[in-house]
């Protein structure tokens, strides 16, 4: 088979696992099964790997390494900045009020979510100039 | 950087595809350094010199910025 369609192949595994994860998520959450999401997650991976040893291609490399180096450092720069501005003005009296009316819970996700968007910006960025 | 892998990859009649695989890169990376858009490190230069049989210098051209 030809590199191109290795690639094809390999994309069409890559899509599957990640339905396979997500669907086994789905009908875990739904059911309010724990092992459910996890054989669904697990299925997925197994997949996905099986798909990298079989097809043998190049993921990754020098310049895409360094694209993702980027994005982190400067992702852990922008949210160590908020931090340190979340925590300044959470001793004006205003947000002190609204910084502890927030739910933690949510607030660590929308961090996770923030911080998740933030890297694939910045990685989108940095592929695009290099 | 300005290199003169598109033209050595020419005289060698390689496609992008060809010469990412037998360095162990991407096609995309290939083609960021043709287009100068990316400085390869210095393992990937000498393995691309090696591969044309050409030195480091005859491949890339330092630019003062």
Redesign the interface.
Known sequence: MT?ASDEKMYNIFRILSMVISVTGVLIGVLKNSLIIGFIGVGAGLVVLISAQKKYQL???????RQIKQRAGNLTFVIFLLAFALISLISNVPLFSEILASINAASMVSVIFFMMMYCYLGLYAYYKS?? | MKNTLKVQRAIHDMTQEDLANKVGVTRQTINAIEKQKYDPSLGLAFKLAKLFDVTIEELFVYEEE
Do not use: A, I, N, Y
């Not at chain 1, 190049?58 to 895409?64: G, I």
């Open positions: 590199k190049v993921l990754t490399d020098e310049r895409l100039k290099m």
